[in-house]
């Protein structure tokens, strides 16, 4: 570890301890990432089957919501370190971890002949994470950054590719990279598919391959991607699992025939948010290209924003086109970001470089920041470890009630009930394996009431259990 870099390698831990690592410590997760992490422990402990995962024996018993590869990994993790709550934290970690690495990895790929620029790869990881959709999703489980995971993958392998000396060398990445097309599909679908720009960006920007050698790759990775699509759609069953996705969600969101979850009356609606949660970095790179303007204008000439332009590109293809539908929220920008992070670490890295230079030549100043970014480290790490076991405050209510309910009611039972939430069905089921039957709801011995949308029960069958909940309170049937 380079001391003249420490000051970017202690402000990538700051915000990764203030920001993101209390998201994988604490109880509490998002509505989705609780029932992704059901799924994969359904998988695991041999309820439902890969192609046909089950939620709940009342809600979802066949999920088809989306492709199941994200549910398939996660279910490894859940044989390897059974089934603690613990288990889909370590999995969100495990896919923040190896992300972090391939921006690093493609960093150092792109500046493999500027060892001063090279050696700055901590920037894109402080503007990747310094974005609200990163520290606030990675850690929720949801299935975009495992999706994401795959994208710069393949983006990585395509890197290599053009960067060998001959064809046949470049082969191989081009089927892997094909592979990981697969894998980003496979985890969120056709959103994931939009590696198979890079090679052509890469012709744009650098024209290092020829035009027909690009279109020739590229159409040897849609080869690889479509012929993996056909093995796997010739079992029936993983047939009709996917066409299941396809009429349930695919086509239905893109028809507006889903308009109760995310849909934007704007299909611009994306773009805007892109913009909003993109703010840290843009005024990082808006203020250090007119303090190099104004010293410095030949910066501009640089040839690193080549490299920028390249992984500004990729992100806009990776984000742009979920304009198509109308069902959009901010998170689905999760596998676009690192691209966009690294282009803007690109567009400020010369001034980085000197800048940093410069301070180093003045050495008391040096030394006090680096004490200073040392003590806040350390702040950091504690406040961490202070949100080990803790309940977000949106959780708060839902998770207390359940608690408590989860203490009466017979674990593996099942309730009535005239309540419906994600929360709801989430929690019973990951804390309690307790499921909840909407539909014939006097039929079990308890019975769950929200009681913001319904009232107290007239039927005299069922008798208050004093639990003293908050919003969902339970009724016992009487003997």
Not at 225 to 242: H, Q, R, V
Not at 243 to 271: G, L, N, P, W
Not at 434 to 462: E, M, R, S
Request: aromatic residues 14%.
């Amino acid at each position: 570890m380079s001391k003249r870099h420490f000051v970017l390698y202690a402000l990538f831990l700051i915000l990764f301890f203030l920001c993101a690592a209390p998201g994988f410590v604490m109880r509490s997760m998002y509505n989705d990432g609780i029932w992704y992490a059901i799924l994969s422990k359904n998988l695991s402990e041999g309820i439902g089957s890969f192609w046909n995962p089950q939620l709940t024996a009342t809600v979802f018993p066949s999920f088809h919501e989306h492709p199941p590869l994200v549910f398939g990994f996660q279910s490894l993790f859940f044989d390897l370190f059974g089934g603690s709550l613990m288990t889909e934290r370590v999995f969100a970690f495990v896919i923040f971890a190896l992300s972090a690495l391939l921006i690093v990895a493609l960093w150092k790929k792109a500046f493999q002949l500027n060892e001063n620029l090279r050696s700055l790869w901590p920037i894109p990881l402080i503007l990747w994470i310094a974005n609200e959709v990163v520290y606030l999703f990675y850690p929720g489980n949801i299935l975009e950054p495992t999706m994401g995971l795959f994208t710069l993958l393949a983006t990585y392998l395509l890197l290599h590719a053009v960067s060998t000396t001959s064809n046949k060398r470049a082969i191989p990445y081009l089927i892997l990279a094909g592979v990981s097309l697969i894998g980003a599909s496979l985890s969120k679908g056709f959103v994931g598919l939009f590696p198979l720009a890079v090679l052509g960006i890469h012709w744009l920007i650098f024209r290092k391959w020829t035009f027909s050698k690009m279109l020739l790759g590229s159409l040897g990775v849609l080869g690889v991607l479509l012929l993996g699509y056909w093995a796997i759609l010739s079992n029936p069953t993983a047939a009709e699992s996917l066409q299941q996705y396809i009429d349930s969600q695919v086509m239905a969101s893109i028809k507006a025939e889903r308009t109760s979850y995310h849909h934007r009356d704007s299909r611009f609606y994306i773009i805007r948010r892109l913009i909003e949660v993109s703010i840290p970095a843009i005024i990082v790179l808006v203020l250090s290209l007119y303090l190099s303007f104004k010293r410095k204008p030949k910066d501009f000439n640089t040839s690193t924003f080549k490299v920028g332009y390249f992984f500004l590109l990729i992100g806009i293809s990776g984000s742009f086109p979920l304009m198509i539908s109308p069902k959009q929220s901010f998170y689905y920008l999760v596998p676009a970001l690192p691209f966009f992070a690294l282009a803007m670490g690109a567009f400020v890295a010369p001034i980085v470089h000197t800048s940093l230079g410069r301070f180093t030549s003045a050495p008391k100043l040096h030394q006090r920041l680096n004490w200073g970014l040392s003590v806040l480290l350390l702040g950091a790490f504690l406040f961490s470890l202070s949100k080990i076991g803790s309940v977000s405050t949106q959780d708060q209510v839902s998770v207390t009630d359940i608690e408590k309910i989860g203490a009466i009611v017979p674990t593996g039972s099942t309730l009535g009930a005239k309540a419906y939430t994600a929360q709801l069905v989430g929690y019973l089921y990951r804390y309690y394996k307790i499921n909840i039957d909407t539909t014939n709801q006097l039929n079990y011995p308890y019975l769950i009431i929200d009681n913001t949308k319904h009232p107290v029960p007239k039927t005299g069958q069922f008798e208050a259990v004093n639990l003293e909940t908050q919003r969902f309170d339970l009724y016992r049937k009487k003997e």
